[in-house]
C-alpha cells in the first residue's frame, strides 16, 4: 500500500459582516472613501459528534483585517478594523479525518461615512475540507478498506441549494447578509452602563500617535494619524519620508506637558487591579474586559479582546518587563470592543513585530520600536526613550463621548 490524502468532503460557504466600522480623525470636507480587505484567515477551533453517524459538527474562526482610506479637500486619512466571526458546518468526519477551511475571496461593499466612523460591510467565500491520509492498494490503486462517506462534488460560492448530507451550518453565530452597505440606516446612541474598569486618562497625550522622551526615528513612508512629540528630548528624524497629519512637537511646551500627562496615565495603569495573572505568549487566547498582569509579555498570533457586547468594556495589560509581539501577529477586537479602551503598560520596552496589527496605546517606560509595516490602532508613547518607526500606519483612535463606531446599536434595512 501506499498513503495518499482522501477527501472525505468538500464545500464552499459564504457569509457577510454586515457592518464593520472603525473610527477617523480628518480635516475637511470628505470627497472619497475606499475600504480594501488586506488580510483573512481561517482557523479550526473544535468539533463535536453529529447525531449523524461518521459526521462531525466544525467550528472555526473566521478574521479579516480591513483597510479603510478617506481623501479630503485637505488630507488624507487612513484606519482600520478587525472583524471575526464563528462559523460552524457539518462535514463527513470519521475518525482519523483532520478538518481545515479556507479563506477563498473577502470583498467590501462600498463604504460610508457616518458620526465619525467609516462603515462597510464584508463578504466571505470559505472551503471547508475534511481529509485523511489512507492506504491504496498498488497497482489496482482500489481502497485498503471503503471509505464510509461519498466525496461531495464541488459547489459554486454560495452553494444553492446545499446538499443534505455535507456542509450545513448548523449554529447560527454567522451573520446574515443585509446587501450593500449603502442600504444600511443605522441608529445610534449611547451605552451608560458602568465599565468595571474605567478608561486610562491620557490627558493632553491623548492626541499623540508618537511620543518619546529622547527621540523619534522613522524609516520609510509611516504615516501618523495625530501628533508627534518629544520631550525633554528634541530630536525627530525621517519626516520626510514619513507623514504627520497633526503637529510635530519637539521639545516644546506642549510635548512637555503631554510627557507630565503621559507619566500620569502609566502609574494610574500600573496601579489598576485586581489583575488577572497572565504569562508569556498571550497568543490563542480569548480575554474578556478586566486587568492583566505578568512579567515579559509575548503575543503570536492573534490575542481576542472580547467586550462581550459592551462598549465601554476596558482592557488594561501590565508587563513588569518587555512587550514583545512576533511577525504577523495580531489583537482582534470583537463584540464591541474599541480601540480607545485598550492599554499596555509596559515597565522597560515593547517591539512590534514585522507586519503585525495591534491595538491600544502602548506606555513605556523606556523605548519603543515597531518594526517594519507594523500597523497600530492606538498610540505608541514611551516616557524616557526612543520611539523607532519603519513604514508604519499608526492612527490615533476617534474617542468622542458618543462614538458612532463604539457605540453601535443596531442596523435595520429601510422597509
Avoid at 472525505?8 to 480635516?27: E, I, K, M, R, W
Avoid at 468539533?47 to 488624507?76: C, E, G, K, Q, Y
Avoid at 476596558?314 to 470583537?334: E, G, K, N, R
Avoid at 508613547?381 to 457605540?407: E, F, I, K, M, Y
Amino acid at each position: 500500500c501506499i498513503f495518499v490524502n482522501k477527501v472525505f468532503d468538500y464545500c464552499f460557504q459564504s457569509d457577510t459582516v454586515p457592518l464593520v466600522c472603525a473610527d477617523f480623525v480628518c480635516g475637511g470636507t470628505i470627497t472619497s472613501v475606499t475600504s480594501t480587505v488586506v488580510d483573512v484567515s481561517c482557523s479550526f477551533q473544535s468539533s463535536t459528534p453529529s447525531a449523524s453517524p461518521n459526521f462531525v459538527n466544525a467550528t472555526f474562526l473566521v478574521t479579516a483585517i480591513i483597510d479603510f482610506t478617506i481623501v479630503t479637500t485637505t488630507s488624507i486619512c487612513y484606519t482600520f478594523a478587525t472583524t471575526s466571526f464563528i462559523k460552524t458546518v457539518t462535514l463527513c468526519g470519521p475518525t482519523g479525518t483532520v478538518q481545515f477551511c479556507e479563506v477563498v475571496s473577502a470583498t467590501t461593499a462600498p463604504p460610508f461615512v457616518l458620526d465619525g466612523a467609516v462603515f462597510t460591510s464584508v463578504t466571505f467565500c470559505e472551503t471547508f475540507e475534511s481529509t485523511a491520509s489512507v492506504k491504496l492498494v498498488v497497482p489496482s490503486y482500489g481502497y485498503c478498506s471503503p471509505a464510509p462517506c461519498q466525496t461531495l462534488p464541488l459547489l459554486s460560492c454560495p452553494p444553492s441549494p446545499l446538499f443534505a448530507s455535507g456542509c450545513q451550518t448548523t449554529a447560527a453565530q454567522a451573520p446574515a447578509s443585509l446587501g450593500s452597505a449603502a442600504r444600511f440606516a443605522v441608529r445610534v446612541g449611547r451605552l451608560r452602563a458602568a465599565a468595571a474598569q474605567a478608561p486610562v486618562n491620557l490627558g493632553t497625550a491623548a492626541s499623540f500617535g508618537v511620543l518619546a522622551g529622547s527621540t523619534v526615528t522613522n524609516t520609510g513612508p509611516s504615516i501618523i494619524a495625530g501628533n508627534l512629540g518629544v520631550s525633554p528630548g528634541s530630536a525627530v528624524t525621517g519626516f520626510p519620508p514619513g507623514t504627520v497629519t497633526g503637529t510635530i512637537h519637539a521639545a516644546d511646551a506642549v510635548a512637555a506637558q503631554a510627557q507630565i500627562d503621559l507619566t500620569t496615565a502609566y502609574n494610574d495603569a500600573a496601579s489598576r487591579g485586581p489583575a488577572t495573572p497572565v504569562t508569556g505568549d498571550l497568543g490563542g487566547q480569548t480575554l474578556v474586559p478586566g486587568v492583566y498582569s505578568g512579567g515579559a509579555l509575548g503575543l503570536t498570533g492573534t490575542l481576542t479582546l472580547d467586550a462581550q457586547g459592551d462598549p465601554n468594556a476596558v482592557f488594561i495589560f501590565q508587563a513588569a518587563s518587555t512587550l514583545i509581539t512576533a511577525s504577523a501577529s495580531a489583537v482582534v477586537l470583537v463584540n464591541g470592543a474599541n480601540a480607545c479602551n485598550v492599554f499596555w503598560q509596559v515597565g522597560s520596552s515593547a517591539t512590534l513585530g514585522t507586519t503585525s496589527v495591534f491595538v491600544g496605546t502602548i506606555l513605556a517606560l523606556t523605548s519603543i520600536t515597531a518594526t517594519t509595516g507594523a500597523l497600530v490602532m492606538g498610540r505608541l508613547l514611551a516616557r524616557n526613550g526612543a520611539v523607532t518607526l519603519d513604514s508604519n500606519d499608526v492612527t490615533v483612535p476617534n474617542c468622542p463621548p458618543a462614538s458612532s463606531c463604539s457605540q453601535l446599536l443596531s442596523a435595520t434595512i429601510p422597509g
